[in-house]
């Protein structure tokens, strides 16, 4: 499994339909139709692979497709909207595509996967699976024989005639855990990649490593590929235009990565973006389609986040050509409608002053006015009611938030700065400097909150000295962490009887928001603390806090078990499941 993200199993909204014959090539009435093939590296059907349909905003399954024993595969939907379109394979990378099918078509997509890269050294190769409930923190250490094999026999249930596993370390990364070269068959691990299943018998099951079966394509042939049959299709250009975007964003964080490894001060990347900008504007003289020119103005504008520059002139079209209806919003890696806000501020910037005033700018309390209305569209208007759910809460938000002189005067700031610091380089130097605040291993940072509902008291790390405790940054206004709540009250409800103590501290800007909202559909009856002053303040700049949700696990002994992505929707129940049956499985 990529510990970076996992699927998550809902129910199917969509349906697994078989491989439509020659007279079924038009799209069926209300239906859109994927087809095509999925190969491994080699050109040839891989051993067990599938194709998965996800909802684009959770992650959510809506179909799967086992491909056949020839690469074909198809999978339909009465839906429509933005989806992710997911390839996965044993012995494979899996990687995703988006798809847009915002009316009834037939499409056909052909994939080639790209083969694992393995580990150079296979002395620390670990196995996990059904006997350590899949531990990443307490797998079985695999040891070298002298034929050159790697082996372990674990215990299982003595009713079990199988048990499966994966093997931590073989991969290159070191972090992902994948299939073995023992298998009697294979099973999908919900995040990517593959279980091997093996049979068990009294009680226990011997899991073999042979390093000569492993398959190491050369890599001048190895190249990942997804191509659209008719690459004019409209969902064909957009997931270039998207595919595009992710290469630039891949090629800042390798330069931000490069600059950790010299242990440079990350307070800038070395990495251009103007010409991406340049191109991008120069399509739309030319591009007429209303999807396709909405995406490049959404690209366009989440560019400043990582230091490019976007002028008002720009902003304007992103606030006049892109609806509160856009399916675009539904996309989390865009940021949602709240990027709305940026858009109006930057479209009416402040007016120059002289060389050496200082005086603040004051914010257009007008601007933020229309940013509340679309958002308030947005609410009514859009099809996915996750996103309406969201943009209701960030419209509410800024209505108080005008009423707050100052603090609007300081968002109109960030927005109209010369040379702000781009918001993607302080979350990544929160998230991987090597000397960022939350590290896993290391003690937890301090703080100190006042609780909710009595400012006589104050949590603090010692205060759960020797227990295990969720301490989860949110505010109701922000739709994600809204979006987290399900599996929140989850892990409250599985966990907090085995110990789990959970402290969620809000940057909202009244308390009363806060009871509020618990007076709704989720209760949260756990620990409630808040941070006074929301952004202003001091701790959560100390602390990192750069955006929410934000999560982090400290265990018993005060230090940090596990931070941020391990600790969000899907993953958040295993990743809190293991720490706490972690002393079990040691025993």
């Not at 692979?49 to 339909?76: M, N, W």
């Not at 006997?131 to 923190?137: G, I, K, L, P, T």
Request: hydrophobic share 40%.
């Amino acid at each position: 499994m990529n510990t970076a993200r996992a699927g998550i199993v809902t129910g199917l909204a969509l349906l697994a339909l078989p491989i439509p014959s020659r007279a079924q090539q038009g799209p069926r009435p209300g239906v859109t139709v994927v087809t095509g093939t999925l190969l491994g590296t080699d050109g040839a059907p891989m051993k067990l692979a599938h194709v998965h349909l996800l909802d684009p905003r959770t992650g959510g399954l809506v179909a799967r497709a086992q491909v056949e024993r020839d690469g074909r595969y198809a999978l339909a939907t009465v839906r429509t909207g933005v989806f992710r379109l997911e390839f996965t394979g044993v012995d494979h990378y899996s990687t995703t595509v988006p798809l847009m099918a915002m009316s009834p078509a037939n499409l056909v997509v052909n994939a080639r996967l790209q083969h694992y890269a393995y580990s150079d050294s296979l002395d620390h190769v670990t196995a996990l699976g059904d006997w350590n409930h899949n531990s990443f923190a307490h797998t079985t250490p695999l040891v070298r024989q002298s034929d050159g094999r790697y082996t372990a026999t674990v215990k299982v249930d003595s009713a079990a005639d199988s048990v499966a596993y994966e093997l931590l370390g073989l991969e290159a990364s070191g972090s992902r855990s994948i299939n073995g070269t023992m298998s009697d068959r294979w099973v999908y691990d919900e995040g990517g990649d593959y279980k091997s299943v093996v049979a068990a018998r009294d009680g226990s099951a011997t899991i073999v490593f042979d390093p000569s079966k492993l398959e190491r394509p050369p890599k001048e042939g190895d190249t990942l590929s997804v191509v659209f049959a008719d690459p004019g299709s409209p969902a064909s250009r957009l997931a270039a235009l998207w595919r595009d975007w992710q290469a630039q964003q891949g090629h800042w964080q390798d330069s931000l990565q490069a600059g950790i490894r010299r242990h440079e001060a990350l307070t800038r990347v070395n990495y251009d973006l103007a010409p991406f900008v340049a191109a991008r504007i120069a399509m739309l003289g030319k591009e007429r389609d209303a999807l396709a020119r909405q995406l490049i103005l959404l690209q366009v504008l989440q560019v400043r986040d990582f230091g490019g520059n976007l002028d008002s002139v720009t902003a304007g079209r992103v606030v006049r050509e892109v609806p509160p209806t856009s399916p675009w919003w539904a996309l989390p890696e865009l940021g949602g409608p709240g990027r709305i806000e940026a858009a109006y501020a930057l479209a009416h910037p402040a007016p120059r002053r002289a060389a050496g005033d200082t005086t603040p700018a004051h914010a257009d309390t007008a601007v933020f006015r229309q940013a509340v209305n679309y958002l308030r569209r947005v609410a009514e208007e859009h099809a996915d009611s996750t996103v309406r759910a969201m943009a209701k809460r960030l419209a509410e938000s800024l209505e108080r938030l005008m009423h707050d002189g100052r603090r609007l005067d300081q968002m109109y700031a960030q927005y109209s700065a010369e040379n702000p610091e781009p918001p993607q380089l302080a979350l990544m130097r929160a998230m991987y400097s090597p000397n960022r605040v939350w590290q896993v291993g290391h003690d937890a940072p301090s703080f100190q909150f006042p609780a909710l509902d009595d400012t006589t008291v104050t949590y603090s790390p010692a205060s759960f000295a020797g227990k295990m405790v969720l301490v989860d940054f949110w505010a109701t206004w922000c739709g994600p962490c809204v979006g987290e709540m399900q599996y929140l009250q989850a892990a409250y409800d599985s966990l907090a009887p085995r110990g789990l103590q959970m402290l969620s501290v809000s940057l909202d800007t009244a308390r009363s928001e806060v009871r509020k909202y618990r007076d709704g559909q989720w209760k949260m009856p756990w620990m409630h603390a808040f941070a006074t002053g929301g952004w202003d303040n001091d701790q959560l700049k100390r602390l990192e806090i750069m955006m929410i949700p934000r999560a982090f696990l400290i265990g018993r002994d005060g230090k940090v078990l596990a931070v941020d992505n391990d600790l969000r929707g899907e993953r958040l129940l295993p990743t809190l499941r293991k720490a706490v049956e972690a002393p079990a499985v040691q025993q």
